[in-house]
């Protein structure tokens, strides 16, 4: 009789390679400090930049949403599940971003498949830089398209891309706006810059950079002051925006051809009411309390200094994402391990996500994070650090 006992050699694989990660378990909610194996663990991975998942407002919002509208929407958005709910929060996305029309998917991940494989055809190019995330790669996977692999922020890679690309259709560059293993931020206007002067269009990825960078987190492109000459902004509500799901920010023609051919649109349900007011709060709370993207930047870019200061390498990071390199994947898991024996999180990340010698830990900084976190996070870095020869 068949069995999938075929899988358990590849994972003995990962384990004989030291890439074998079971879950981490935590009691309780997403927050500055967690509870693991009834141990309090001052949490330094998560992507919950502003301290938003447990934000009485975003709270409240849901509870009442759930009362009001019930805990699902019932159908996929092309039938029975476009609430009034979620066509206002397109609208007040739209807003937020500048941009003439957004549409909500149930998440970064599908928002990216969804668009990526709906709007390039075999007359077409994609240019993407190499450290793009998976659900890039995998949503030009899904498309007959053809693709050109730029080195990271290789500009004269991609000029040289765009010089010799002029038979296609069209051109299409993508890019994160913050890249999510580094912490660096892409050079957009430079891209732009290129994408006129070659006539292509600009697709940017700004997961991490939503509710992050630019005016009360409205993105990179904000950040850049170059609001009219990005095509296609792409923003995750799962990460600084506290809840889940995704949204591409762009023009009416773009929301009307994908709602008629983003098959992971069309094809799955919608966002529960709960998440879209949770989500219409966020953006209340983003325009109404600026002190939160504040203090996330005054901490990342202090706790930065100090890492940077006491010898680690933290890479070319310069947003709340902070790697500390290591080396081997499997010191890098090891002193991820020592550093939660230590009472701090700080996930490592090793081959294939980065180069088999750059194998880290990845720490995210967040607004909620205090002094006295921060504090204890560096003396628990410091001692660990001198164990493994890194400082
Ligand atoms: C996290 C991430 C996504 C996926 O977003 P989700 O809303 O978590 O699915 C997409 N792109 C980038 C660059 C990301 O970092």
């Known amino acids: 009789m068949a069995d999938l006992n075929y899988l358990q050699a590849q994972i003995d694989q990962l384990k004989a390679a030291g890439r074998y990660r079971p879950l981490t378990v935590w009691e309780g909610g997403s927050d500055r400090w967690m509870d693991w194996q009834g141990r309090r663990v001052l949490q330094m991975s998560s992507n919950n930049y502003l301290g938003l998942t447990q934000h009485p407002k975003l709270k409240a919002a849901a509870i009442a949403a759930t009362e009001k509208y019930g805990v699902g929407a ?54 993407s830089d190499e450290l793009n995330h998976a659900s890039i790669i995998d949503g030009i996977r899904l498309t007959k398209t053809n693709k050109r692999i730029y080195g ?23 890019t994160d706006g913050v890249f999510s293993m580094d912490g660096d931020i892409a050079p957009l206007p430079h891209i732009v810059e290129l994408a006129e002067r070659y006539d292509a269009l600009v697709y940017v990825d700004d997961a991490h950079a939503s509710g992050v960078l630019g005016k009360h987190g409205k993105g990179s492109t904000d950040h850049f002051g170059l609001h009219g000459r990005v095509h296609i902004q792409v923003g995750t509500l799962s990460k600084a925006i506290g809840a889940v799901g995704g949204y591409v920010a762009s023009s009416h023609v773009l929301k009307d051809y994908l709602t008629h051919q983003a098959r992971s649109f069309l094809f799955s349900t919608s966002l529960p009411p709960s998440v879209a007011a949770t989500c219409l709060a966020a953006i209340d709370v983003l325009q109404t309390e600026p002190e939160l993207t504040e203090r996330l930047w005054t ?3 202090g706790f930065r200094a100090e890492l940077q200061k006491l010898g680690f390498d933290t890479g070319v990071s310069e947003t709340p994402i902070i790697p500390i390199i290591v080396g081997e994947p499997a010191r890098a898991m090891d002193f991820s ?50 164990e493994f020869g890194l400082i």
């Open 74 to 127: 019932g159908s996929v958005r092309t039938i029975a599940g476009t609430l009034d709910i979620h066509d206002e929060l397109e609208r007040r996305l739209a807003e937020f971003k500048g941009v003439e029309a957004t549409l909500v998917f149930q998440s970064g991940f599908t928002t990216n498949q969804g668009v990526l494989a709906s709007i390039l055809g075999p007359d077409d190019v994609v240019i």
């Open 152 to 174: 990271h922020k290789d500009m004269d890679q991609l000029e040289a891309t765009l010089r010799e690309s002029s038979q296609f259709r069209q051109r299409l560059i993508v």
């Open 299 to 301: 901490n990342a870019n």
């Open 337 to 386: 391990s020592r550093l939660l024996e230590e009472g701090v999180f700080a996930q490592g990340i090793v081959y294939p996500t980065v180069a088999m010698d750059k194998g880290r830990v990845r720490l995210i900084v967040t607004a909620q994070h205090t002094r006295e976190d921060l504090d204890f996070a560096l003396a628990a870095l410091t001692k660990v650090g001198k």
